[in-house]
């Protein structure tokens, strides 16, 4: 990653530097990074260009910054003790993986948009974050599955979960997350993990 000279986390406000990311990603993941200017930003945020320009020397830097930005993903798995997987622990990773599309959904946007642009940053961390889903879906499936089966499996699951995640995010743009908590979305979801992703019964059931 290209980063100035100073590091955008050394100078200023802490909480300053966060409203300008929160007003970034917004504006990014509704307008696009190409059509959203550093003025647009800075007004969103209450600033004078130079003030923004003291936190960050280029949109550029901004983006990165996004990048760079802590994964909830790690923390919310505690939410789903490791387990032999079964269709209600299944059901479970289902509502972490919907839970944590919802939280990050503006990165998201900027994440799709940036890939489609063909931006090498976006395209890395893609596969970052898809290899992050494989590290913590491939315990469960490995306690039904044999190697080579639950990595089909696993992958299987990512690819569901993403494309449904990312139609429904372009189809109702800022109101996702609203979308996500309705239990019949994540009903949807659940139904077509179970038949994209039969669970071995334990003998005698």
Same mark, same amino acid.
């Given at each position: 990653?290209t980063?100035?000279?100073?590091a955008?986390?050394?100078?200023?406000?802490?909480?300053?530097?966060?409203?300008?990311?929160?007003?970034?990603?917004e504006?990014?993941?509704?307008?696009?990074?190409?059509?959203?200017?550093?003025?647009?930003i800075?007004l969103r945020?209450?600033?004078?260009?130079p003030?923004?320009?003291y936190y960050?020397?280029?949109?550029?830097?901004?983006l990165?910054?996004l990048?760079?930005?802590?994964?909830?993903?790690e923390?919310m798995?505690?939410?789903?003790?490791?387990?032999?997987?079964d269709?209600?622990?299944? @059901?479970?990773? *289902?509502?972490?993986m919907?839970?944590g %599309? /919802?939280?990050q959904?503006?990165?998201? &946007? #900027?994440?799709?948009?940036?890939?489609?642009?063909?931006?090498?940053?976006?395209?890395a961390?893609?596969?970052?974050?898809?290899?992050h889903?494989?590290?913590?879906?491939?315990?469960?499936?490995?306690?039904?599955?044999?190697?080579?089966?639950?990595a089909?499996?696993?992958?299987?699951?990512i690819?569901l979960?993403?494309?449904?995640?990312?139609?429904?995010? @372009?189809e109702? *743009?800022n109101d996702f997350?609203?979308? %996500? /908590?309705?239990?019949?979305?994540?009903? &949807? #979801?659940?139904?077509?993990?179970?038949?994209?992703?039969?669970?071995?019964?334990a003998?005698?059931?």
């Amino acid at each position: 990653m290209t980063t100035s000279a100073v590091a955008p986390a050394t100078r200023g406000n802490d909480a300053t530097r966060k409203r300008i990311l929160q007003a970034a990603m917004e504006l990014f993941g509704r307008d696009g990074f190409d059509a959203t200017t550093v003025r647009a930003i800075a007004l969103r945020c209450n600033l004078t260009d130079p003030a923004l320009y003291y936190y960050f020397e280029t949109k550029r830097d901004i983006l990165t910054a996004l990048w760079d930005l802590p994964s909830p993903l790690e923390q919310m798995r505690a939410a789903v003790p490791e387990r032999k997987l079964d269709e209600a622990t299944l @059901m479970e990773l *289902v509502d972490w993986m919907l839970n944590g %599309a /919802a939280r990050q959904d503006a990165l998201n &946007r #900027i994440l799709m948009r940036s890939v489609l642009n063909g931006d090498a940053t976006a395209l890395a961390l893609r596969e970052t974050k898809r290899a992050h889903w494989h590290r913590i879906l491939t315990p469960y499936f490995l306690t039904v599955f044999f190697p080579d089966e639950a990595a089909v499996r696993v992958e299987a699951s990512i690819m569901l979960s993403l494309g449904y995640i990312y139609i429904a995010q @372009m189809e109702h *743009v800022n109101d996702f997350p609203q979308v %996500a /908590a309705e239990p019949a979305f994540r009903e &949807r #979801i659940r139904q077509l993990m179970c038949l994209a992703i039969p669970i071995p019964r334990a003998e005698g059931n």
